[in-house]
């Protein structure tokens, strides 16, 4: 195996960490929050709760990044891919493929390794605030009358 087999040394503390964050995940599946989206690697929640709705690259985006993203939507669409690009990838001695960003922080400290590797990416966060702002801002619209529609639209025109 790739990593050490034994995950409790190198990581003493990892089901209860594990526990707590399901713990968290379902406290977030059952909020009262109208449009939402629960970001979350691959991992564990597919078989503890359900497959996520889409899986998502930072390459889709135009980061020329590996890192798979699971969306849990509610009320939301999937995302669109706004700009596909080839990812870095590194291939090793034993044929093995890994992306850059993975590879250049294996040996760093696990803290820092998170914090490095937990990062959201520009071309992401960029499609999810365009896209999912749109959507919303349709749907609220599409309840209102023409009239307050008409006294929006100015404001709209200035951005």
Same mark, same amino acid.
């Not at 990892?14 to 690697?41: G, Q, S, W």
């Not at 960003?101 to 490095?116: A, D, G, K, S, V």
């Not at 896209?131 to 619209?141: D, P």
């Given at each position: 195996?790739?990593?050490?087999?034994?995950?409790?040394?190198?990581?003493?503390?990892?089901?209860?960490?594990? @526990?707590?964050?399901?713990?968290?995940?379902?406290?977030?599946?059952?909020?009262?929050?109208?449009?939402? !989206?629960?970001?979350?690697?691959?991992?564990?929640?597919?078989?503890?709760?359900?497959?996520?709705?889409?899986?998502?690259?930072?390459?889709?985006?135009?980061? !020329?990044?590996?890192? !798979?993203?699971?969306?849990? =939507?509610?009320?939301?669409?999937?995302?669109?891919?706004? @700009?596909?690009?080839?990812?870095?990838?590194?291939?090793?001695?034993?044929?093995?493929?890994?992306?850059?960003?993975?590879?250049?922080? $294996?040996?760093?400290?696990?803290?820092?390794?998170?914090?490095?590797?937990?990062?959201?990416?520009?071309?992401?966060?960029?499609?999810?605030? !365009?896209?999912?702002? =749109?959507?919303?801002?349709?749907?609220?619209?599409? $309840?209102?009358? @023409?009239?307050?529609?008409?006294?929006?639209?100015? $404001?709209? @025109?200035?951005?």
């Amino acid at each position: 195996m790739f990593y050490s087999a034994n995950l409790k040394e190198r990581f003493p503390t990892i089901h209860e960490d594990r @526990k707590k964050a399901v713990d968290f995940f379902m406290r977030l599946t059952k909020t009262d929050i109208p449009y939402k !989206a629960i970001e979350n690697p691959i991992g564990i929640m597919s078989s503890k709760y359900r497959k996520p709705d889409q899986i998502i690259q930072p390459y889709q985006f135009g980061d !020329a990044e590996r890192k !798979a993203t699971c969306l849990w =939507l509610y009320n939301l669409p999937k995302l669109m891919f706004t @700009k596909t690009v080839k990812p870095d990838i590194i291939t090793l001695k034993s044929g093995r493929t890994d992306s850059k960003l993975h590879y250049e922080t $294996f040996r760093l400290p696990i803290e820092e390794r998170r914090r490095i590797r937990s990062k959201t990416f520009p071309g992401i966060a960029e499609a999810i605030a !365009a896209q999912w702002t =749109l959507y919303i801002l349709y749907r609220k619209l599409s $309840f209102c009358s @023409k009239e307050s529609i008409s006294k929006i639209i100015p $404001f709209l @025109k200035q951005l």
